[in-house]
C-alpha cells in the first residue's frame, strides 16, 4: 500500500479516492493510492450513498470513453472500418441521425428542421 498515514480525515480520503476514480484508476489502485483496503472501500459505500452514487457515477462515465466512442466523421470510419464511401444522400441520414443540418442539398431542395 501507498505511504499515507491513518490520520488524515475520512472526507480528505474519499475526495482523494474519487479524484483518483475520476483520473481512471481501477478501486484497487484508487486505494493503494490512499492507504486503504477494500473493506473500508465497502464499508464507505454502505454508510455513504453519495459516495457511491459518485463512484459508481465515475465508473460509469469512464466505461463509457473507453468503449469505442469513436471521436472521426463517420464517413471517414466507413472507409477505414467498413470499407465503404459514404454517399452525400447517405451522408444527409448520417447528419440527421446525429442531430446536424444535412451537409448536402441538391438544387431545389429546401431542409426545414422540425
Given amino acids: 500500500m501507498g505511504g499515507r498515514s491513518k490520520s488524515v480525515p475520512q472526507s480528505e480520503l474519499k475526495l482523494e479516492f474519487l479524484a483518483a476514480i475520476g483520473e481512471g484508476d ?6 493503494d493510492r490512499i492507504n486503504r483496503t477494500r473493506a473500508t472501500y465497502d464499508r464507505w459505500r454502505r454508510a455513504d450513498p453519495v459516495f457511491a452514487n459518485r463512484v459508481d457515477s465515475l465508473r460509469r462515465a469512464r466505461e463509457g470513453n473507453s468503449y469505442g466512442r469513436v471521436e472521426i466523421p463517420f464517413a471517414e470510419f466507413s472507409a477505414q472500418y467498413l470499407g465503404t464511401r459514404v454517399f452525400p444522400h447517405m451522408q444527409n441520414v448520417v447528419d440527421l441521425l446525429e442531430g446536424n443540418p444535412p451537409s448536402w442539398t441538391p438544387a431545389g431542395i429546401v431542409f426545414e428542421p422540425g
Wanted: proline content about 17%; aromatic content about 0%; glycine content about 0%.
Fill in 26 to 31: 481501477t478501486v484497487p489502485r484508487a486505494l
